[in-house]
């Protein structure tokens, strides 16, 4: 998955894959960033996903696909 992705998906999440895959990131360190707070994250019983929207936000994306110069992530 890539930020066009991202941005042209209907899904209301993404999986913690799809999005290690998105940054550039290994699975776990998404994980402890969900944990630590600076993802949001949405648990359905036993899994972890993130919602699409806030995370665009979060990566500074809006939802006509324009990339801020801000909103850089340290993950």
Request: net charge neutral.
């Amino acid at each position: 998955m890539d930020l066009d992705d991202l941005v042209k998906s209907n899904a209301a999440v993404v999986t913690v894959a799809q999005a290690a895959d998105l940054l550039g990131v290994d699975v776990r360190t998404v994980s402890r960033a969900m944990n630590n707070g600076d993802l949001p994250v949405l648990r359905v019983g036993r899994r972890l996903l993130i919602p699409r929207l806030p995370l665009m936000a979060h990566l500074g994306v809006g939802t006509a696909g324009s990339a801020s110069s801000e909103g850089a992530v340290a993950v």
